[in-house]
């Protein structure tokens, strides 16, 4: 472990370096932040092995967007950047650790005061030490892959001590999952909390700026967003045997705010796993859904990050669920196109982890 971090701190050194040549751009900094926190026991498959309290540090290098264009994006400062994120189970035989990297988008909800909050998105890739093994670890149906899927959220209270040094509290909501592409696979959902330090490599000065008011008569968008992920049919399936699950989501997105946007939609998925899995029992049960979703984004820039509340109008699959809940994050990269993930979730309980990419009608 400590040679892992030594590598980590000789990247960013090296990487913060470069970015000190740069004068015009956006300040960086760098902070280390320890946290501890629970599992949260959602299914009685793991309820047995979620009495453990995670543990581990975030190691992260970001830039405060304290520019005019960064300000004319949502009438708000941000910051943005990447993190390390090490977190150790407290099981070792069973739950082990995981090694994650995340990007993330972080709009300050306040940037004057004694203490500035802000509330962050990210999400990004696991690595995970121990994984369920049907005779060797059968008892973790956390995770059943090596490499899974992390989202999280975190709300935020920064104190600037100087003009470069600032500590940061926080509480995090951490989910980590494979997408469905193996099982078993109840994810894990695990809070943490911690007190870190960090640092800013120039003087924070955040300008008086005047908000530019949002356009809220500008007609409905409408917005097409195509996902899919590979999932396992069945607990004994290898890699070469999992099927593809897609879909599409047409919605119509409403901005009422400079930040704030209503969607509602209509969905539509095909899932072949699901129906390789009524072939196995001689089942015709048909594989595909459709759904009514609502929900709201929170719009910052180029970043959307969407809460849906989806209702199945047909699906032969889900004859004991009614409802489901879908989040997603995506960045829009060129013109009209965006890209991000997505996860769907019953309750507290990840259903799949999915790529997505969008395309916004009639915008310029």
């Not at 879908?326 to 990269?333: D, E, P, Q």
Request: charged letters at 20%; glycine letters at 8%.
């Amino acid at each position: 472990m400590p040679r892992r971090i030594l590598f980590l701190l000789t990247i960013l050194l090296f990487f913060v370096s470069a970015q000190a040549q740069n004068k015009d751009a956006n300040p960086l900094y760098l902070a280390f932040k320890p946290q501890y926190g629970f599992i949260i026991p959602h299914s009685p498959a793991i309820k047995d092995i979620s009495d453990t309290n995670p543990y581990g540090f975030d190691l992260e290098a970001g830039w405060n967007l304290i520019q005019k264009k960064d300000w004319q994006r949502c009438n708000c400062y941000s910051r943005a950047g990447f993190l390390f994120n090490h977190t150790n189970y407290n099981n070792p035989e069973v739950l082990g650790a995981s090694n994650n990297l995340s990007a993330f988008v972080e709009p300050y909800l306040n940037h004057r005061g004694f203490i500035m909050t802000s509330v962050r998105m990210g999400a990004g890739l696991s690595y995970l030490t121990k994984v369920y093994d049907e005779q060797t670890n059968p008892g973790n149906k956390f995770f059943s892959s090596p490499i899974s899927f992390m989202v999280h959220v975190d709300f935020n209270a920064v104190k600037y001590l100087t003009d470069h040094w600032f500590l940061h509290a926080y509480f995090k909501y951490n989910h980590i999952s494979n997408g469905g592409s193996a099982k078993p696979n109840k994810g894990m959902n695990f809070p943490t909390y911690g007190l870190g330090a960090g640092y800013s490599f120039e003087k924070i000065h955040f300008a008086d700026r005047k908000k530019i008011r949002k356009d809220t008569a500008e007609p409905v968008k409408l917005i097409a967003r195509m996902f899919g992920t590979v999932k396992q049919a069945n607990e004994n399936d290898d890699f070469r045997e999992r099927q593809l699950s897609m879909g599409v989501l047409l919605k119509g997105q409403k901005q009422v705010s400079s930040i704030n946007a209503f969607n509602a939609g209509i969905e539509g998925v095909s899932d072949w796993a699901y129906k390789q899995k009524m072939e196995d029992q001689s089942l015709d049960t048909d594989h595909r859904q459709i759904s009514f979703l609502a929900g709201h984004s929170f719009v910052f820039g180029k970043f959307d990050f969407s809460q849906y509340w989806g209702t199945y109008l047909y699906a032969p699959a889900y004859t004991e669920k009614n409802f489901f809940q879908r989040y997603s994050l995506s960045y829009k990269f060129y013109n009209n196109f965006s890209f991000g993930v997505t996860l769907k979730a019953h309750a507290h309980v990840a259903e799949n982890f999915n790529l997505l990419l969008g395309y916004t009608f009639g915008e310029h």
